[in-house]
C-alpha cells in the first residue's frame, strides 16, 4: 500500500531553519513527480514546490523561491524540504504528495505535519 | 501566474441533492485540472484529474467537465460522507494554482 509519511516539523523562530522529510513507501519512489503543498490554519491550500522524478526539473511558488529548496534522495525513497528564512507567514501544516505516473495531479497524500514559526 | 476562481465559496445543500461547483481559470489550461476533497484534519483526495478523468476508487456521483477556462465538479447525489470542502488545482504550468474552495455543508 502506498505510503507517505512526514517528519521534522515543529515551532521554530522567525529568520530560523528546518528541514521536512516525507519517506515513501509500497510503490517506486523514483518513479513519481513529488510536491509540497501547505495550509494555514483555516485556509485553503498552497501549492509551494515540485521536484520530477530523478530531480531534473523543480518549481517553487514565488512566496518560498530563494528560501526553500526541495530535494529528493531516490535511494532512500525520500523528499525533502529545506525551509531558511522563515516567516510567521510560513505557519501551515505541510503536506508532500505524489504525482500520478501520467498526469500531474496528486493522488496520494502524506497526513501532514504542522510547522509554526514565533517567537 | 494563473488564477483559479471558484463559486460559490460556499453552499447549504440537502442528502440527495446535485450539487454543481465551477472553477474558472484566468487564462486557458486545456483540460489540465483536477478537483479535491477535504475533510476537516485530513490530507485532500484526488476525486477528477486531467478535467474529466475519475480517479480510481472514488464513487461515480463524482464528475467533471470543462476545457480551456470553465470547469465544473458535479456530485449527482449528495450523500451524507460528502460534507467537506472541495478545491481545484490548475496542472497546466506552474506555478500550479488552487482554486480558493467550496465549503459544502448540511442544509
Known amino acids: 500500500e502506498e505510503q507517505l509519511v512526514e517528519s521534522g516539523g515543529g515551532l521554530v523562530k522567525p529568520g530560523g531553519s528546518l528541514r521536512l522529510s516525507c519517506a515513501a513507501s509500497?510503490?517506486?519512489?523514483?518513479?513519481?513527480?513529488m510536491n509540497w503543498v501547505r495550509q494555514a490554519s483555516g485556509k485553503g491550500l498552497e501549492w509551494v514546490s515540485s521536484?520530477?522524478?530523478?530531480?531534473?526539473?523543480?518549481y517553487y511558488a514565488d512566496s518560498v523561491k530563494g528560501r526553500f529548496t526541495i530535494s529528493r534522495d531516490n535511494a532512500k525513497n525520500s523528499l525533502y524540504l529545506q525551509m531558511n528564512s522563515l516567516r510567521a507567514a510560513d505557519t501551515a501544516v505541510y503536506y508532500c504528495?505524489?504525482?500520478?505516473?501520467?498526469?500531474?495531479?496528486?493522488?496520494?497524500w502524506g497526513q501532514g505535519i504542522l510547522v509554526t514559526v514565533s517567537s | 501566474a494563473i488564477q483559479m476562481t471558484q463559486s460559490p465559496s460556499s453552499l447549504s445543500a440537502s442528502v440527495g441533492d446535485r450539487v454543481t461547483i465551477t472553477c474558472r481559470a484566468s487564462?486557458?489550461?486545456?483540460?489540465?485540472l483536477g478537483w479535491y476533497q477535504q475533510k476537516p484534519g485530513k490530507a485532500p483526495k484526488l476525486l477528477i484529474f486531467?478535467?474529466?478523468s475519475l480517479q480510481s476508487g472514488v464513487p461515480s456521483r463524482f464528475s467533471g467537465s470543462g476545457s480551456g477556462t470553465d470547469f465544473t465538479l458535479t456530485i449527482s447525489s449528495l450523500q451524507p460522507e460528502d460534507f467537506a470542502t472541495y478545491y481545484c488545482?490548475?496542472?497546466?504550468?506552474?506555478?500550479?494554482?488552487f482554486g480558493q474552495g467550496t465549503k459544502v455543508e448540511i442544509k
Open positions: 521536484i520530477s522524478s530523478s530531480s531534473s526539473y523543480i
Open positions: 486531467a478535467a474529466t
Open positions: 509500497g510503490f517506486t519512489f523514483d518513479s513519481y513527480s
Open positions: 488545482l490548475q496542472d497546466y504550468n506552474y506555478p500550479r494554482t
Open positions: 504528495a505524489r504525482d500520478l505516473e501520467q498526469h500531474l495531479a496528486m493522488d496520494y
Open positions: 487564462q486557458g489550461i486545456r483540460n489540465d
